[in-house]
């Protein structure tokens, strides 16, 4: 089980393994600040996990928001969190991107190569997510989902060459420990810690990952 660090100014996040699904919604809006909202759930069919949403061919199964108006859902209180996972324990946690941050989703190769590149080049990250259907999503300040189009055209990519996409205002992201049916559960490629609550801007990232992107072609 991984342990957090001491609380110095509550930026310190989940222990996942054994850690209720309650428990670690609350602790996002708790200790992160971050706006968290429940998602469908798994449930068991003939023996076999299903979404709760009753597709069976659903794309994401257990892991997207339940209703049309998800976003009034979406809150950044602790009790409210606590209150409507008591309702349903084993709804995903979903967090709404715009608000307290957005996400770039790239390929898990391309993620993991510009990992190693920012590594060297002591880039500043902050929490990174691997997702079971293989991609990587770097948390930055809100604003990315416009700013990145115009960033990637800069650099000489034509945005529609490279599979990297800004998460912004509308959209959301599955966290950690949520589950995608059998495929496994989101993980952290690097967990939120004291060291990272102040979240980078999407310039200070968007040319490794391009460069990653571009490579993974």
Known sequence: MEETIPATEAAQIPKQRGESLLDTAVRYAEERHWDVFPGTWLEA???VQRCSCGDAACGAPGAHPTRPDWETL?????TVARRMWQKQPHASILLPTGRTFDAICVPETAGFLALARMERMER?????TLTPDRRM??????????KVPDLVRKLGWSVSSLDLVALGEGAWVAAPPTRFGSRGAVQWACRPTAANRWLPDAEELVSPLAYACGRDR
């Open 74 to 78: 979406a809150t950044g209180s602790a």
């Open 124 to 128: 500043t990250l902050g929490p990174v």
């Open 137 to 146: 999503q770097f948390f930055v300040l809100p604003g990315a989902s416009v």
């Open 45 to 47: 069919v003939d023996g």
